[in-house]
């Protein structure tokens, strides 16, 4: 059975310009995917389109969204990459989880959001501190809406405090970082591969 | 197959003086849990036992920890009670994931901590506000030990704003509350069969 | 000595539309700052501007921010009004945040931010539960760049868990949100008259 | 007019072993305050003592909290210096607070709690990343019950992503941290000295 994943990249800076942080752990976290059988399909830098304020799946006209929303549906994985600022996840990050508050009310006959059944990583880079708080809003908001979260499902890196290192500069990626971001793949494909073979059942009768 | 859940409740009281809200929550979580096949064991009231700050498995002489730790690790779903403290996780909640990132050493030759392949649902209640931030807290504590968290794990209660009334008093639970709880207690046993006949294979090689 | 307050409402929706119940909200903390003889000059509907994302005071053509900015720094206290979406503040909060980061490249010689010596409130409203937690990110992210923080200065109204009632729709403000209400915007003036008379020294020879 | 500081230690361990990184950023704290005028005239290793859990300001027997409290409250300053465990204050940091909830319910004539007119100080560190979700919990937390947060009152320190490395060890200490510690100081200093010429007046008539 194939799986995919697609990921979403919510650094503030559109494409085009200086390599993004955010990318480069993305693309470890694709070639981990890779490693365990999962074919990481598409990184949509998020920036680069216009995302409305709001919390339906439909913001009308030039609202980019719906298209995002129907690539991060019909993949098993959403890998979900964001940059941390002031010790927290981007104000991007932050707005696609709100278009995402939409699923509690488009939920099938079972009471099941159309996240039910698919699995989500998070991937986190900022020069300094703020990668556990920032999986911790992203665990708890898409948790709420429905994604379900493998085992040590937070891939990461920030430097030492107050410094300005970019994770995008190193010139080796750390092996224990390596290693948690291979462990995280292969759990989410674990996941997503008996979540694809049996969904959640959903609301008992 | 037979799967089994426990669950511990981080009051702040001890036994024996007035219920606890959080055991009324934690007791609907048990009826939830049985309707979907999963029988819940029994409840720890940890602020009975005396579980000694650190942040090892057993931190000596009088610790009630590696008791508790016993238990927990031997159900397949762990249900974690807390009361919300001024918009957070109880002390006590924290003293056990302080108690349990010991696990992040305490690996298998695949690198497994002890909590992969085991499901938490967490079970919140409060007078007033709090239950988002105490989830995402939990998860993200949880999930970086090995915890997997499956969609919608969150069930919760709260009142309006700086309002006393507490949920143990409610004279029923509104239905939507039931219905949140059914649906988590449904989707944690669901994952955790498929997580006890089928564990995450472990670091790739 | 005159004091002023400006307020800005980061809700996902733009004027003219539906009332705002974060807009009710800086409504009774503006009444109440003039109670305790402050001027709550504007209100900043930010969902009307186009703040591009970034974390430079000026972010290029079309920017809407350094006009903001401009008024916000004008100004001794600033009312900075949220909505709660998915137990978090919205992601326009999220954007000011991020644009305030370059205060921290902008100090004077003293070290100072242009933060230093000004007073923030928080107002926060949400069907359900958030807003100890959005208290948390805002209180820690303003304070980071040199906003001061005087005592109880957060307020807010949250219904039940899981309903969908709106504060802009209750008939009456509840007598303890008055109160506490009242007791932010006295706090918050008298520090403002404090730091406008002395402000912070800076930076220790 | 001498104003005072006290630090509260919440480290896990006891006194008498390894020392505490966390009491050597208290004791870089407490140099920059003697040189903004302030005596920190004592550090509490919170480990040391018996402080039941619960929400009032004595919990009876053995509770070693109201001792601690009122040594607090003698003090203009409060630096309240932690450990960070899995991106989080520690649950020793946590039961001081919850302690603390019952400021609320001690106010004066004026409705003012104990903490009205003084001033917070935080001081972390971990061995990696966590400090400004640190920061938000106790600000948010400390503010809610009346203590007042002077412009960037946060000083902390963190290695590098999933490093060991300890503050204690570093052979000296980045001049960055040296320079937000004296920063931190010196507002803390002046504002206490604001506050203790003129506290808040309390609840409009």
Request: glycine residues 8%; proline residues 5%.
């Amino acid at each position: 059975m194939s799986r995919t994943a697609i990921a979403i990249n919510a650094t503030l800076k559109r494409s085009g310009g200086a390599p993004s942080s955010t990318d480069r752990m993305i693309g470890l976290i694709g070639e981990a995917l890779k490693k365990a059988g999962v074919d990481l399909t598409e990184t949509i830098r998020l920036a680069d389109h216009d995302i409305k304020p709001g919390v339906s799946s439909d913001e009308g006209e030039g609202d980019a969204w719906p298209a995002i929303r129907a690539k991060i549906l019909a993949a098993n994985i959403l890998v979900f990459g964001t940059p941390i600022w002031m010790g927290q996840p981007s104000s991007i990050a932050k707005r696609v989880c709100e278009r995402m508050d939409a699923f509690l009310s488009e939920t099938d006959e079972a009471g099941r959001t159309p996240a039910y059944g698919k699995v989500v990583l998070v991937g986190i880079v900022g020069n300094e501190d703020g990668a556990h708080h920032t999986s911790a809003e992203l665990f708890q908001a898409l948790n709420d809406v429905g994604w379900t979260v493998a085992a040590a499902a937070s891939s990461y890196w920030v430097g030492e405090a107050m410094n300005k290192k970019d994770f995008k500069d190193l010139p080796e990626v750390p092996k224990v970082i390596q290693q948690t971001i291979d462990m995280a793949a292969a759990n989410a494909a674990h996941l997503a591969t008996a979540l694809s073979a049996a969904n959640f059942p959903g609301q008992p009768k």
